[in-house]
């Protein structure tokens, strides 16, 4: 007989439209997407509107009376059928409410951007590390199988080093005709692109740069930015930024999104002297990549390309909701494939590329500094 499957219990912040998400994807069997150690149930719902919270329970957990609907997030803490919390609001909340969560004794998985700036994920991990609590930033994408496949192939050796990576996320949303108070574009929420869309371009750069094996962990030995704001509220509406790795691998990646216009495609390009890996928009959950291949290094002649295809059951934010509870059935505190030094990382880099292309964020927005 095997054994039963480890089950979390969630608590869930907000009721938007990634909150959805994430609870349509729990609730899925595991096992069509062939996981049988985990599964997971969502035991409380917290909005700012209690009657909001009933109808989320109504809309996407089946009207199930054993979900608690609350009207304050504090509730969802509190609870004590509550093993982890799921952290759905806008970025500039995430600090308050991951704390409040860890200061009640729940793991936390937390939706990127992880906070507004990298002062607060630093009190933030330290909390966690105290108080031995699991904490995770919500980066499904580096979970997804077909992403797996593509790094087995960068780390393979047959295109040789990566040299240049170049990846975008756009997303055009209709900014003249939105509420300047809509998330995307309200300063006070940390609005713009970098924020919001930026933590794509720089997951495939940690996963394809930072992950390399040859890089042995560095950081990047140089950061620059240039910001592009929009006249309607002045978050930015294209920021461009580069990394440098320089100190094992010779590498760079060139990194951009926008809020004013669709992707590009490919939208990733990993370029290496044995040949290319592109990948087809959108980068948070590719449909599908292609691997050139050179005749010989640096000629750029492709003899050979190979393209494939993934699909997944649901939406795709189950594979880190899988990893969640594994982590936290097997006590530990961090996810060694979305581990904190790459959170740290990705704030690290927008802190410098805010700071550099004069993005302030409003006096009280940020907690720490
Ligand atoms: N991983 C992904 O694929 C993905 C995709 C989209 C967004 N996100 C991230 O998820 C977060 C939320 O994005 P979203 O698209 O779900 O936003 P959304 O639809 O606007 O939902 C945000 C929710 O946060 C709560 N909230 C609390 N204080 C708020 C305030 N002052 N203004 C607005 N909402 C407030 C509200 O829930 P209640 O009214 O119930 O309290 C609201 O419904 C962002 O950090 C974003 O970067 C991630």
């Known amino acids: 007989m095997s054994a039963q499957p480890f089950t979390l219990r969630w608590g869930v912040i907000a009721t938007g439209w990634i909150s959805q998400q994430f609870v349509k994807d729990a609730l899925m069997d595991p096992a069509t997407r062939d996981v049988h150690d985990v599964k997971h149930v969502v035991t409380a719902v917290g909005s700012r509107n209690v009657d909001s919270a009933k109808k989320f329970i109504e809309t996407y957990a089946k009207g199930d009376s054993g979900i608690k609907a609350y009207g304050t997030y504090d509730e969802v803490y509190a609870d004590a059928n509550v093993d982890a919390v799921y952290i759905g609001t806008p970025h500039t909340f995430h600090y308050e409410n991951a704390r409040n969560a860890l200061l009640h004794g729940k793991h936390v998985l937390c939706e990127k951007a992880t906070t507004s700036n990298a002062a607060e994920l630093r009190d933030l991990l330290k909390l966690a590390k105290e108080k031995n609590l ?33 990846a975008d996320l756009s997303g055009d949303f209709d900014v003249e005709n939105i509420p300047k108070t809509h998330r995307i574009l309200d300063p006070k929420l940390g609005g713009g692109a970098l924020l919001d869309l930026g933590p794509y371009p720089m997951v495939w750069a940690v996963m394809f740069l930072y992950e390399h094996p040859a890089n042995k962990k560095a950081r990047p030995t140089s950061i620059t930015g240039s910001i592009l704001k929009t006249p309607l509220t002045g978050v930015d509406s294209s920021t461009s930024f580069t990394l440098t790795f320089s100190e094992t691998l010779q590498a760079q990646a060139v990194l951009s999104c926008s809020i004013t216009l669709p992707s590009p495609d490919p939208a990733v390009t990993i370029r290496y002297r044995g040949g290319n890996i592109l990948v087809h928009p959108p980068i948070y959950k590719p449909p599908s990549f292609t691997v050139q291949y050179f005749d010989k290094p640096g000629s750029g002649n492709v003899v050979r390309e190979e393209t494939r295809k993934g699909t997944i059951p649901g939406g795709g934010w189950h594979y880190q909701t899988d990893e969640v509870a594994r982590c936290i059935r097997d006590g530990k505190i961090e996810s060694e494939v979305w581990s904190h030094d790459k959170s740290l990382l990705l704030m690290d880099v927008f802190d410098a590329v805010r700071k550099q292309g004069g993005y302030e964020l409003p006096e009280g927005v940020e907690k720490l500094r």
């Open 134 to 166: 699991f904490f995770m930033e919500a980066l499904w994408t580096r979970f997804q199988p077909l992403v797996q496949e593509i790094k087995r192939i960068a780390e393979d050796g047959s295109l040789g080093l990566p040299v240049v990576l170049h």
